[in-house]
């Protein structure tokens, strides 16, 4: 299976051989939802806090006494019942939603996304983005020359979520080029996850040589 590289101008530079493992997986729905909820989940930060009635100030006195009265007994005013009481089964900022996934689980995911991108014609592999000094307009310019590819259009007005860039190698001067840039995500190859695959329009990969070395590693 070979796919064309480009250049940061849209043009062919060379074809490169991509491993069935990683862009020839059918779509598998069910591990790719359950991956990805999990993701989700171990990303929560518990913010809402509410207390319950150990909690709550106050309450140490019985308010009236048990019989006599007329009234329904009552042996705390901190009571969940009660105005000012504490909360039942209320948000906690201690739960934990923390959910295990295996690390086979987690490749399979990220390459039958992948796959899938790729059938879709949303992944898209460049030689090489290096930029000599860290400017906005380089990386503006390396966008607008890849959307001359035919499919890749959107790479030059789409708004949200328009590409995520997988280099082989952290370069400052290109994480700084493309900080400017809400629509466009980069990071090195080898953090690629399921999730972040699928909120972004476009893959581009940088260097494939190295990166698909990089994935290819990752299913051993």
Do not use: C
Request: hydrophobic share 30%; proline share 4%; charged share 30%.
């Amino acid at each position: 299976m070979k796919t064309a590289v480009y250049d940061t101008k849209g043009k062919e530079v060379k074809k490169v051989d991509l491993p069935e493992e990683i862009f020839g997986l059918p779509w598998n729905a069910d591990l790719v939802h359950q991956v990805v909820v999990s993701s989700q989940s171990n990303k929560r930060t518990p913010v809402a806090h509410t207390k319950d009635r150990s909690e709550v100030r106050g309450g140490g006195r019985k308010p009236w006494k048990q019989k006599g009265t007329g009234r329904a007994r009552h042996g705390s005013s901190r009571s969940p019942i009660w105005v000012g009481g504490g909360v039942t089964f209320g948000p906690r900022n201690d739960q934990n939603f923390d959910k295990k996934i295996n690390r086979k689980m987690k490749i399979k995911a990220l390459n039958t996304v992948l796959s899938q991108k790729y059938r879709d014609g949303e992944v898209i592999f460049v030689d090489s983005i290096d930029f000599k000094d860290p400017k906005t307009v380089e990386a503006k310019n390396a966008m607008e020359g890849l959307s001359k590819v035919e499919g890749f259009e959107g790479l030059a007005n789409r708004r949200n979520n328009r590409a995520y860039v997988a280099v082989d190698e952290y370069d400052i001067n290109s994480k700084k080029s493309f900080a400017n840039f809400s629509n466009v995500k980069l990071d090195e190859v080898r953090n690629l996850n399921a999730t972040d695959v699928m909120n972004y329009k476009y893959i581009v990969i940088e260097n494939p040589d190295k990166s698909l070395e990089v994935l290819t590693s990752r299913t051993k």
